[in-house]
């Protein structure tokens, strides 16, 4: 199946601070997906980003098909963003596939 | 709209017994799935299913069972618990194709089996 690598998977952030995370995956995919689980467990929606680039306030995301990899930057880190940043890729099996995850903790 | 609801959020088993998670939503969403999710391994798909009456495995499928009666609902089933299925479940649920939108999460349920 198909493999997805997330990277780092720590990350302590001095709030203010801005930050990158990075999703690789190993083929082609028909959607991506960010999600961010938060301290209590709950799983939220970032971006639906199979190509191109998105923002949301003070995150955006991009995602390069060609060359299988996407971007989420936070920028002004906020404690708030603290939690797991998931990556999902799907190819067309609807099976989306998870990576393991990106730590992130912002201090104060 | 209450989005995606599962039930319980806790439940402790012990090895052996049955039980059911129910999910629930009300977004007239075709496509349901189950996650399991522990530590340092992410999310990993259980079943899915595209419609009501098409169920499928997922990446780890084996001690559960599910079944797709409307498109409401998706119960998953543990016939016989044992300790390597506790873990935090999640529900998911989205438009018919997953290629066309987002994929929405219910709270989760974590499941403690003795």
């Known amino acids: 199946g198909i493999q997805v690598e997330q990277s780092p998977p720590d990350l302590i952030l001095q709030e203010g601070a801005n930050s990158t995370l990075r999703c690789n995956f190993s083929?082609?995919?028909?959607?991506l997906q960010w999600f961010h689980q938060n301290p209590w467990g709950q799983l939220i929606n970032l971006f639906y980003?199979?190509?191109g680039t998105k923002q949301n306030g003070r995150l955006s995301a991009t995602t390069v098909a060609t060359e299988r990899y996407s971007l989420l930057y936070i920028s002004s880190s906020q404690t708030t963003d603290s939690g797991v940043y998931f990556c999902?890729?799907?190819?067309?099996?609807?099976?989306?596939?998870f990576g393991k995850g990106n730590q992130v903790v912002v201090i104060p | 709209n209450a989005g995606v609801t599962q039930t319980p959020k806790f439940q402790v088993l012990k090895t052996g017994q049955s039980m059911t998670l129910q999910c629930a939503q009300d977004m007239n969403h075709e496509y349901m799935s189950w996650y399991r999710q522990d530590p340092g391994m992410g999310l990993r798909l259980i079943h899915y299913?595209?419609?009501?009456?098409?169920?499928d495995q997922g990446e780890v499928p084996n001690g559960y069972n599910v079944s797709r009666s409307t498109t409401e609902d998706f119960p998953l089933r543990l016939l016989s618990a044992a300790p390597s299925q506790t873990s935090v479940y999640f529900c998911a649920s989205s438009y018919r194709d997953p290629n066309t939108g987002e994929l929405f999460f219910g709270e989760g349920s974590r499941l403690t089996v003795l």
């Open positions: 999902a890729v799907l190819r067309g099996n609807n099976r989306l596939a």
């Open positions: 980003i199979p190509s």
């Open positions: 299913s595209v419609g009501a009456g098409i169920t």
């Open positions: 083929d082609s995919v028909n959607n």
